[in-house]
C-alpha cells in the first residue's frame, strides 16, 4: 500500500527515539530522537548491543524478557507503555516509556524489534517530588490528630 508518505523521513524526523535491534540484540536503527534522548550518534550505536542504554542492574532481566519475545514473536508492549530506567552516554539515569513492535521475516520469524521511546525524566522527577510532599504532609496531619483533644 502506497500512502505517500516517506517513512525514512517520518523516522528521521521523529521526535521521540526509534530503536531498532535484532534477534541478538544489537542495534540496526538509530533516529534523531534518540541521539537526542541518549546522547549517543547514531554512528557510535549502530550494530552496538542495547546494553548500551540498558543500566547494569537491569540488564538480566531486560535479556530474559528480550529473548522470550525473539523465541515467541510475542510482546505485552506492543499496547501497554513499558516506564523503565535508562542511562545517557553521560551515565546520567533516564526514566524513558515505551512500546515495541515485533518485526518478522518472510517465515514467520521475529528479525527485529522496534521501540518508540520518550524521555520521561522530568515528569518521573516531578511525581516523586509531588509523593514526597504528600508524604510530608499525612506525617503532619498524623502529628497534628495525635495531638488534638479528643
Request: charged share 25%; proline share 3%; with cysteine.
Amino acid at each position: 500500500m502506497d500512502t505517500g508518505v516517506d517513512c525514512r523521513a517520518l523516522v528521521a524526523a521523529a521526535p521521540d527515539a526509534i530503536i531498532a535491534s535484532d534477534a541478538n540484540g544489537s542495534i540496526t536503527l538509530w533516529n534523531a530522537g534518540a541521539q537526542r534522548i541518549f546522547g549517543y550518534s547514531e554512528a557510535e550505536a549502530l550494530g552496538k548491543s542495547l546494553d548500551l542504554i540498558t543500566p547494569e542492574r537491569l540488564r538480566a532481566r531486560h535479556w530474559e524478557g528480550y529473548d522470550k519475545s525473539m523465541r515467541t514473536g510475542q510482546t505485552k508492549y506492543g499496547t501497554t507503555l513499558l516506564r523503565v530506567p535508562a542511562t545517557h552516554k553521560d551515565g546520567r539515569a533516564l526514566s524513558i516509556a515505551f512500546t515495541v513492535a515485533m518485526l518478522f521475516d518472510p517465515n514467520g520469524r521475529v528479525d527485529n524489534i522496534v521501540a518508540v521511546i520518550r524521555d520521561e525524566t522530568e515528569r518521573f522527577q516531578e511525581d516523586r517530588k509531588l509523593r514526597q510532599r504528600i508524604a510530608e504532609l499525612e506525617t503532619q496531619l498524623a502529628a497534628a490528630m495525635s495531638q488534638a483533644p479528643k
